[in-house]
């Protein structure tokens, strides 16, 4: 489980978040709805560790404070991050790029092997571009690496920034059927989307949260039954 407490954050002294509490349940698919600019980008920084939060905030993974575990040392618990700007190495291939964090927190080759065929069932449209150089890659090309190479750490908790931006129809699709088959091969994950447009998403979310003006607040008519959902409150007064 993901838990938020009193997470606060400010940017050049404007407040971005304001005293949001969640629960994210284990096996839950939950998606974060806002305007560009609505703060939904940071809250997925900081739970990642790269943008600080007021000191009486918590993030915590199964109990665990993530205050006391450094930004590249994340990964080593599962979580996987999928930036909003499609960030690869170009002088990689595709292939070398979804291998590369778990090279770095010292996966055994072979654990790295039985991961990538995973994630190639699970994202098969990656497989013809495995040799390509990341850098001729579109953009909707980037954005399936950046899935498959979230995926390759991402074993509890999975972070996907604004993914359906951009994407041409024919690619969204495939993406939401990467996503439904990623729910059937790892059924304990979580996995909070972020994205400007609520329509993008359609029936992905088994929660959906609208976040405005700092605050958060769950959609009660977005919510599917088929996994527990996330619970979220937020202060009275936001």
Not at 19 to 26: G, K, L, S, V
Not at 43 to 67: E, T
Not at 103 to 127: F, G, Q, T
Not at 160 to 187: H, M
Request: one cysteine or more; glycine letters at 8%; hydrophobic letters at 45%.
């Amino acid at each position: 489980m993901l838990e938020l407490k009193e997470v606060s954050a400010s940017i050049a002294g404007v407040s971005v978040l304001r005293a949001i509490n969640a629960q994210i349940a284990r096996t839950s698919t939950a998606a974060i709805v806002g305007r560009n600019g609505a703060g939904k980008t940071t809250l997925l920084r900081i739970i990642m560790g790269f943008v600080p939060f007021a000191a009486n905030g918590s993030v915590l993974l199964d109990g665990k404070d993530l205050a006391r575990v450094s930004p590249h040392d994340r990964p080593r618990l599962g979580i996987g991050y999928g930036p909003e700007d499609r960030v690869l190495f170009p002088s990689f291939t595709v292939e070398e790029n979804l291998r590369f964090p778990c090279e770095v927190i010292r996966m055994p080759k072979k654990a790295v092997d039985r991961r990538m065929d995973e994630v190639l069932s699970i994202v098969p449209e990656l497989a013809p571009l495995l040799a390509r150089s990341a850098a001729v890659l579109s953009g909707g090309q980037a954005k399936m690496a950046v899935l498959g190479r979230t995926l390759m750490v991402g074993t509890r908790l999975v972070l996907l920034d604004e993914p359906f931006q951009g994407l041409a129809p024919v690619l969204a699709l495939q993406y939401t059927e990467a996503l439904n088959r990623l729910q059937g091969a790892r059924p304990e994950l979580t996995i909070l989307i972020t994205e400007s447009n609520r329509r993008l998403l359609k029936d992905i979310p088994t929660v959906t949260w609208t976040l405005e003006r700092g605050a958060m607040t769950v959609d009660a008519k977005g919510q599917r039954s088929a996994k527990p959902p996330g619970v979220v409150s937020v202060p009275a007064g936001s």
